[in-house]
């Protein structure tokens, strides 16, 4: 049976992100609803253009770089082609460092406030990184 | 006519193979055998899971020295 699954994106490191995009772009593979809030240091990673690879928090992160494993935003980017997953950008973090839409990836859906997605999420999964 | 193809996703990691595999499946027509192989173990697992949840058919999975040959048949 599908589910309904919210992810919430704040952190820039790069385990939290790719753990984050994993979830995601399986879930939406598989089925499930999902929608994915990117606010904080998460959102400027999907700025076009943006090019600087997200920090490591630890041993683990430098060994995601070393090895194949696939990076998240093509893992994002598959969640939302494959699956349908739904990609936003909270309003309040577009706001503070004065960008648009237009800006961010093209996967990305329209700015989204708190109420939108609190009531989005109502009976759904939420998971936070 | 249904076609067979081969998706060689070895050495990338979850779920480097198993996104691989969906990316053709959607591409793939009915009756179509994909063949996918990795040497990500956690994959083996990971595909049949996929398979039985979203409904095709595990044709046959075997480790073949290092490699793992995942054969799969879309369904619908």
Redesign the interface.
Known sequence: MSQKIQIVCVSGTREKLQMAA?IA??AA???DEVTVFFSMNALPYFIKGHVEDAPAEGEFGALLTQ????PFKQ?FR?AAE?GDAKLLPCSMAIDLLNITQDELDPEFGPPTGLTHFLSDAEGGQLLTF | MSESKIIDAC??????P??EL??YM?QAKVGDTLELLSTDNGTAN?VPE?IN??GHEMVSSEKVGEVWHLKVRKTK
């Open positions: 994993m772009s399986v593979a598989t089925g090895k194949g494993v696939p893992l598959q494959l | 050495n990338t990691y979850c779920p480097g198993l996104m969906i990316t959607k990971d996929w949840k979203v």
